[in-house]
Every structure is written in C-alpha cells, then in structure tokens.
C-alpha cells in the first residue's frame, strides 16, 4: 500500500493549530477586488495527524542519523546536537534590527570570517552566498569584476575547468557570462601541465580547481599550476567541497589560490537537510578584497557594524547576510575542536579513506587512480558488474550507496566518502557488503532493492510524463 | 572533542594497514611549503564551555521577538510542532535525495510542497525551492529571459530593494539589461514594454507595503511578448488573490513569514512557481510521481537532464544545494495552518497593521507614506532620521522603524505587525515613538 499524502488525510473542516482568536473579516480590510475568490487547496489536518504524516514520511527516508551515508564529495560526516541547540539561541534576531542590538550575531560572523581565513589563508571573506555553487557564482563574479576593472574584461572570456570537476563549475562560468574549457586529466589523475600551458593566455580568466580534485587526490604541482596561471594574469579558484581532507594540514591561499568557497554543510558539518540549506562563505585575497558582496562584518571603533560602502563591490547576491544560523553551527564547531581537532578529523577523513580504499581492493573493485588518497577515493566494480546496481544492492544491505557515475573520467564510478566520524567495524561492514554484492546473482542485483519503503522507481514515466503536483491532472 | 571514534589501537592498526607511519605520513605527499601552516584559532572548547560562549553570544543581542520590522521578515508565530519535525535526524542529516528508494520522505514531503506552492500562488507547477525570495527572483527572471530568448527586463521599483540588487548582479553576469520602473504615488505605473523585454516584474504587496493590482502590467507585458514575473508574500497568498489570477507567468518569494525562525535574515527558503508549459526552463530540482516495479507510488527527482551535475555547462543554473529542509518547514506550517488557519493569520496581521497605522500617526510631525489599501507593512513619514528613531526605541526596548533606502524617499520607516502583537504592543510602541520625537 502507497503512503497517504498529507492532501489524502485532509477532512474538510479539521483544523490544527489556531493562532487568531478574533477573526476580522477580509472586507473590512482588503478591497474586494483584491481578494483571492478561490481559497488554496491546503491540507486540514488536526495536529496529531500532520505528526504521524511527517514522522512516518520520516522513516521513510535515511540520514546520516540512521545510516553510514558514504557519498563522495558530499562530506555526510555526523551533525553534532549541539549545534542545533546553539542554532536556537539566535533564531529570534531581524536582520533590519539595529545592529547595536545585535552585537553578539555580529561578533559571531567576524569570528568566524577570522577562522576561516586563518583555515584557508585568504585575507578577506564574505559570508553571504547561501550554497557551495552561490559561492561559485560569487567568486567568478569577484574575478570578473577584477579584469574589468584593470580593462581586460573583454579580452579574458574563458574560464578553465578540469574535466574531473564538479558539474557546478562549469555550470557557475556560463551562469557568469563566461565560455568554458575542458583541461584533460594527466595519466595519474591529476591536472594534465601540457594541456593546461596549452590552454592559459591572455584570453582566459580563471582555472576552477578543486584540492584534492574529485579523484581524492591531491595535486602535487598545485605551487606550479598557480605560477603559471599568475603568469598568465589566470586567476586561481578553489572548489572548497573537499576543503575536509586538508583542513588545518594546507591551506588553499598559502598554493596560490586567488578565491576560495567553502562548503559550511560539508567540512563545517552544517547539516545538509535533504538538499540544504547551506552556506558558501566566499575567502579572497587581498587584490579581490574590493569586489566582495556587500555587506562586510566590520569591526569599528563602536562595536561591529555591516559595511555598504565598497564602491567596487560586484553587489548582493543573496538578501540580508547569508544563512546566519549555518554560520552559528560553522562557528560552534570550530571551536569545539579547535586546530589540533581539526587537523585530526581531516587526517582520520584520509585514514578511514584510505583503509577502506584497501578492503575493498582485497573484495574485488579495482581503483584506477591508485594514487595516495585523501578523502575519497573513486573504485570500479569489476568487468560486468553495473554501478547501479551495486548501489541499488547496497540499499538492500542497510547502507546508503557511494556517489556514483562521477567523476566522469572514470567508468561506473563508485566516488567514496566514508568521512572521520566513521568507526573502522562500519568500514568493516561495508566492505563486507560490497564483497558480498559480487557473489549475488546478477538477477538479485538488477532487481535490487527488495525491502525498502519503495524499489525501484519509473524514472522514465517520471520524465516523459511528470506528475509535479497532487492536484496535476497530466 | 571531535566526534571521531577512533582508540588509539584502531589508529595504529589502520595506519599499518595503509602502509603509513603516522597520521602526519597521510600528508606527506603534500608540497612541503604548503604542509603545516602555522594558524591561529582558539585553544578547543567543552562542550558546555561552547554552550556557554554562545549563550555569552547572544545575550549581546536583543530579540527580536514581536519586532515590528517589515521588510519582507517578520516576528510571526513560530510553531513548536514545526520545530519538532523538521528536527528529526531522518530529515536533517540526509543529503539530496538522489536514490530515492531510501529516500521517499523528502521526496514526498517535497511533492507536498510543491503542491501547497502551486496552489497558493495559482500556478501549475513549482521547484523544490531556491535559496531565498531575492535568488528565487533572479532564477525566475532568468528563466524568462531563456524562455523569450530576449534580454531587457523591467522592474518596478516596489520590488524589495535587495531583491532587485541581486538581480542586478544576476543579470549583468549574463549580459541582460535591466531598467526601473519608479514607483507613482506608492504604486506602479503601467508601462511601455519595448520589444527586447523578456520579463516585467514587479511585487504585490509592494515593498511599501502597498495593494498593488498588477493585472495591468501582466496585460502590458503580454502584449509586448514578455512574460510576467511576481513577487508574492507567501502569508498574503491565503487572502489575497494569486498571482496566476492576475496573469503571472512566474511567482517568486521568501517562506520566512510561513512559521520560520527570522534567524537574522536565514536560512529562509525562496520559492518559484510557474507554468508548466515552461517546465524544461525551470532551475533547480523537481519531484514527479511515479510508480515502483510493483505499481507502487513512489516519488522522484525529474527532468534532471535540466540540472548541473548532467548538463554541466549547459544547465539552466548552477544551483545544486537549495533550501529543502526550511521549505519543509514552510510546508509543515501551512499543514498545520490549513486554508482557514492561514487566512486567519494574515488577516489579523493585516488588522493589526492598520490599527499599529492609526495609532503612530496620533504621533506628532508622523505622516502616512504607504497609500491605502496597504497589508501589514507599511511606511511612514519621520521628523527625524529613521535609524536614529530605530536605535532610541531599540533603547527602550522595541523594535522598529527598519529604515526605508533615500531612493524612495527622506526620513521614511517601515513598520509591521503580525498575529503576535495585542492592542498593548501597539499602544506601547506609540507611546515609545512619542517619546522618541518629541
């Protein structure tokens, strides 16, 4: 039997919560031509049932709360309670409040800016983008913003990109305007120098990095690419989303990086929500400095107070200041762990990668960029085994799949994750799993999973036919 | 503390598996003069000790509960039930759904927002949501301008001014041309849409906080072969008539007043709605229905083919995280509300307002700036210097008089009232403000 939706326990009406005792009349306020004649079709649900709908639709669905959640590049470490508590302390603040009364918000958003400049070595820092690609969007709008101003904005068209980068990159260049260029990956799985050299010149405004690049590698000649693309007057930008290898042990503007996103919900250990919010803090360095989002944190003389007066700033990109209370769960974290902490979940992000990396070499798949490993690692299942279905298998098994088919230079990818909050049994376990998936016959893992709320979906009917709302007659 | 379960024993017996000496050998590949920085952060904290910090934190600020800042964020009833669901670790610590057989519980809940979406802003279809109302505009205009294939858009000026500062950024990143359309006695002129125009926007209530009938500007943009995008406050949409009624093409907003914590400006959640005949243009994620090998209904993220992780350079937006557990909340909040409880909240907002409206302006040299019919924000005149005003009745405890941009006007403040202010809120803040001026 299929779920109810909450519109199939609506009883016509049934009401919930009631928060108005004295209810005026509409005409008395409102002109009657600016009435709605139709009331929207929304559930009347009393409050017990709106509870068992969202607590049975809830165990509907994993997290990282109920399940080992390895999927690369998405950093699903534990989401510590705390933060939720810390959340609720600054819930009941308007962004229009007089910043005098709202010192403390304000001094959290200045100290953590300090953090995680001091954590990736950029000289300043906004905090509004709302998202690892808003924060993309915000840094190719900074380089741009930079070579129109030195008068080369017409002449540098072309942002580069590696053809192992995340989708969002070469999706945030076109959003900005910007043509894009796929940079081969070397034999080793890093950036191919030749191709690159071929690509940099006077046309080209920036090369989108990630480090260590989606592979889980870290690229060695980092120090020569940033020599290079400097030669080129290339700015240098850094995808933060794997920043959770490396925190605290390297630091992206210390490699040359220009800008900098970073992933709050990632290596920050923001939660991720089912798909966000997030947030995207945006470092730079110092020659980027005039072109940041306005408004700044600041600190005065009086107090801390928002910036509006930067005369090259590129603008908003986002209402008010950003998704503040991800920032308040960013800046509870740091200073729970501090540097050393830090420094050590990225070293057990690495070891856990890496272990798990070699169980599952020991069951069969095979990693075709065996280089030393970061956080993540990208397997193959051997010759004639689909990725799909081991991840459809793997859902049998109690476990949420790896990424997979990505990167795109590798085939049936498996892109692994496993993350430091991890123990060594469930990386254990799950090796196990994915050897116990190669002894299934191929009918057991083409129809997998078997016991899940749902098996699998008709995502062809979904896309020729697509039922986006209840109330869609098709 | 750092939520790492390793013993000692495990670490060693791990790194011998890895062939590693040490944790720092997991490094030593690394370009020497990049490994080990020297950084300053603060020394590691308890627990409790964070806890207290934070809460050191936040007594430097005054909440802003029952402020009666507008501005498109509003001290509204946040409702515990809401809270307490969208707190549960199943929906919190998931990521995108993207194999949704262990995932039906986001995906529904997404399908059910979507559904509340379209039926409050009398449109076909909506995405999963977008970071906020200011990015959702840009989005929406964006898709315009993909749909029409042209590049100039109008904006009233009774959009938000941050919205429209967002849109700015968004557009000139892709080259298009955006024009103001000034406000008119607090309202928006029909224009003259010249033939480059692909989008006409403009807000309802506008960002005075005035009625707006803005059928005569989707009629305007129509003729000119340009769509129509509104700008809506979704708590208004279960009194006022939809945007799909008055001819939109494309309705954009911010979910905070829906029973979200203001939280300083976010996360909130923006919403999209439009046409589905304009579905291959939309941004951001989709849940459709389907139905599972055994004829089950199931949902799943559709018509992906539009997104960046498939199309790369060429999706319709980069965007990939969004805002789906605080758009959760909002649908949460209007199940709980339903129709009629939804209704009741805005009108007494909207009550309340005009009562708030009638007491300042017994406040010696205050005048009315909003033209009536307003909803529940609205602009007055000062004597004084808004942000002057706003600090001395911060002193004496209220929240108000969010001071209006000069484009509009000199010495002009936005003032709102929700459900939670009673008649004594209303007389106490008259009386501050009379203090404050006199």
Redesign the interface.
């Known amino acids: ?3 109810p ?3 199939e326990r609506s009883r016509k009406g ?7 005792k004295a ?4 005409e008395d ?3 009657k ?5 139709v ?7 009393d ?1 017990l049932t ?2 068992r ?3 049975g ?11 080992f ?1 390895p ?1 690369g590049s ?1 950093t ?5 309670k ?1 933060h ?4 609720r ?10 910043p ?6 304000l ?2 958003m200045w100290e953590l800016g300090e ?1 995680l400049k ?2 990736t ?1 950029m000289d300043a820092i906004t905090l509004e983008p ?5 924060g ?2 915000t840094g190719i ?1 900074i380089i ?1 913003a930079y070579h129109e101003d030195r008068g080369e904005g017409r002449t540098r068209r072309v942002v580069l990109v590696p053809d192992s980068a ?3 990159n ?8 910007y043509q ?1 260029r796929e940079i081969p990956s070397g034999p080793e799985g890093e950036v191919d120098l030749e191709a690159l050299k071929r690509e940099l010149g006077p046309h080209v405004a920036a090369l989108m990095l990630t480090n260590p690049n989606t592979l889980g590698l ?1 690229e ?1 000649r ?2 020569e690419i940033s020599r290079l693309c400097k030669e080129a007057g290339v700015q240098l930008y850094y995808d933060g989303a794997n920043l959770n290898a ?1 925190m ?4 992206p503007g ?2 040359g990086f220009d800008v900098v996103h970073l ?1 709050l ?1 990632k290596t920050f250990t923001v ?10 803090p945006v470092g730079v360095k110092a020659h980027l400095a005039p072109y940041l ?1 306005v408004p700044l944190v600041a600190k005065g003389e009086e107090g801390f107070y928002l910036d509006f007066h930067r005369p090259k700033s ?13 920032l ?1 769960r960013a ?2 974290y ?9 420094k ?2 990225a ?2 992000a ?3 990668a ?2 798990l ?2 169980l599952l070499k020991e069951k069969g798949y095979r990693v075709p960029y065996d280089g ?1 490993s970061m956080h993540e690692f990208v397997a193959q299942p051997p010759q004639g085994f689909r990725a799909l279905d081991l ?2 298998g793997l ?1 049998e098994l109690g476990f ?2 790896p990424t997979v088919y ?1 990167p795109l230079i590798v085939k049936e990818a498996l892109m692994v994750e496993p993350t ?5 049994e469930t990386l254990e376990a799950f090796a196990e799993a994915m050897g116990e998936l190669l002894e299934k016959p191929k009918e057991w893992l083409e ?1 997998a ?1 078997y016991s ?8 062809l ?3 020729k036919h ?7 007659e098709g | 503390m750092d939520y790492t379960p390793h013993t000692e024993e495990e670490i060693r017996e791990m790194l011998r598996r890895v062939g590693a000496a040490s944790l720092e050998d997991l490094f030593a590949h690394l370009p020497k003069e990049v490994l080990n920085p020297p950084i300053d952060l603060p020394e590691p904290l308890p627990e409790w000790k964070v806890l207290e910090e934070l809460r050191r934190l936040a007594a430097q600020n005054l909440p802003a509960h029952k402020a009666f800042l507008g501005g498109g964020v509003r001290s509204h009833h946040v409702p515990p039930v809401v809270q307490a669901l969208a707190a549960r670790g199943e929906f919190l610590t998931a990521y995108t759904p993207y194999q949704p057989e262990v995932s039906q519980g986001v995906l529904q809940a997404t399908f059910e927002y979507q559904t509340m979406i379209a039926e409050l802003t009398g449109l076909e279809i909506a995405n999963a949501s977008m970071y906020d109302g200011a990015t959702a505009l840009a989005e929406g205009v964006l898709l315009a301008l993909r749909e029409t294939g042209r590049m100039g858009v109008l904006v009233s000026q009774g959009v938000h001014p941050e919205y429209r500062a967002v849109l700015r950024a968004y557009l000139e990143a892709v080259g298009a041309e955006l024009k103001t359309l000034p406000l008119e006695g607090g309202r928006t002129p029909a224009p003259e849409v010249g033939e480059g125009v692909g989008a006409v926007v403009a807000q309802n209530p506008n960002y005075l906080g005035a009625l707006e009938d803005l059928g005569p500007l989707a009629e305007a943009a129509h003729r000119a072969g340009a769509l129509f995008v509104a700008v809506a406050d979704p708590l208004s949409l279960g009194v006022l008539k939809p945007p799909g009624a008055y001819g939109a093409d494309i309705a954009v907003g911010d979910g905070q007043v829906l029973g979200l914590p203001m939280g300083f400006g976010g996360p909130h959640f923006g919403f999209l709605a439009t046409k589905k005949a304009f579905v291959r243009q939309l941004p951001g994620r989709l849940v459709s229905e389907t139905v599972d090998v055994e004829g089950r209904r199931g949902f799943i993220l559709t018509l992906q083919a539009r997104e960046q992780y498939i199309r790369r350079a060429k999706a319709k937006s980069n965007i990939t995280t969004n805002a789906q557990l605080t758009a959760l909340m909002g649908a949460m909040y209007l199940a709980a509300l339903g129709p009629e409880g939804l209704r009741e909240v805005a009108l007494k907002s909207v009550e309340m307002a005009h009562k708030l409206h009638a007491l300042l302006l017994e406040v010696p040299g205050v005048r009315p700036f909003t033209p009536k019919p307003f909803f529940n924000e609205f602009v007055l005149a000062l004597p004084k210097d808004p942000e002057a005003v706003r600090r001395a009745l911060a002193e004496r405890g209220f929240h108000g008089a969010t001071p209006v941009p000069k484009e509009y006007g000199e010495n002009l403040a936005l003032f709102a009232a929700t459900e939670l202010h009673e008649e004594e809120d209303l007389l106490a803040l008259r009386d501050a403000l009379k203090e404050v001026l006199a």
């Open positions: 039997m299929s779920f939706l909450i519109f049934r009401r919930g919560l009631k928060l108005v209810v005026p009349k509409a306020l409102i002109p031509e600016h009435l709605r004649e009331p929207p079709r929304l559930p009347e649900v409050e709106l509870v709908h969202y607590t639709l809830s165990r509907r669905q994993v997290g990282v709360d109920t399940t959640y999927l998405c699903m470490k534990y989401n510590p705390l939720e508590e810390a959340a302390l600054f819930a009941d603040l308007h962004p229009y409040q007089d005098k009364t709202a010192q403390g918000a001094r959290l953090y001091a954590l070595g709302a998202a690892g690609a808003h993309e969007l709008l741009r995340h989708g969002s070469p999706a945030t260049a076109s959003m900005a305007g894009v870290f060695r980092i120090l490396i605290g042990w390297a630091r210390d490699m992933n919900h939660p991720h929500g089912g798909g966000g919010p997030g947030s995207g989002p590129i603008g908003r990109v986002r209402s008010f200041y950003g998704n503040f209370l991800a308040v800046w509870a740091i200073r729970t762990l501090g540097l050393e902490g830090l050590k979940a070293a057990l690495v070891l856990n890496r272990y990396k070699e030393p991840a459809k859902l949420h799949p990505f430091e909050t991890e123990a060594k129809n999973p899940t709320p749902v098996r699998r979906l008709d995502e009917r979904a896309n697509p039922k986006l709302t209840y109330f869609d």
